[in-house]
Nanobody, 121 residues
Framework: QVQLVESGGGLVQPGGSLRLSCAAS????????MRWYRQAPGTKRELVAD???????VYVASVKGRFTISRDNAKNTVYLQMNSLKPEDTSVYYC???????????????WGQGTQVTVSS
């Protein structure tokens, strides 16, 4: 089995920073694309940032220049550095990854449990 475990969420004032982490563990053969999504109450889940296994990154327009996605392939971990946070960034942030397992070689999409980020004064 494979698990994605997020950490780093919390309450921060507008203009502040947070760093989210997501570690994949279990019967992992290889990790491919890794992503961060977010979902606020009453809204659809949206893709925030994506990073390929080679380090190519994509961001939603609303976070460009403020958020940075990165990964440590040796640790099967993806990060999201969030700077200049705004109240509209308040959401539950979810980690997502495409992982090939050792057990059967299947390529499967996995989700983390989510971590709350609240931006408020």
């Amino acid at each position: 089995q494979v698990q994605l475990v997020e950490s780093g969420g919390g309450l921060v004032q507008p203009g502040g920073s947070l760093r989210l982490s997501c570690a994949a563990s279990g019967s992992i053969f290889s990790v491919y694309g890794m992503r961060w999504y977010r979902q606020a109450p009453g809204t659809k889940r949206e893709l925030v940032a994506d990073i390929s296994s080679g380090g190519y990154t994509v961001y939603v327009a609303s976070v460009k220049g403020r958020f940075t996605i990165s990964r440590d392939n040796a640790k099967n971990t993806v990060y999201l550095q969030m700077n200049s946070l705004k109240p509209e960034d308040t959401s539950v942030y979810y980690c997502n990854a495409d992982i090939r397992t050792v057990v059967d070689g299947a390529l499967t999409n996995y989700w983390g449990q989510g971590t709350q980020v609240t931006v408020s004064s």
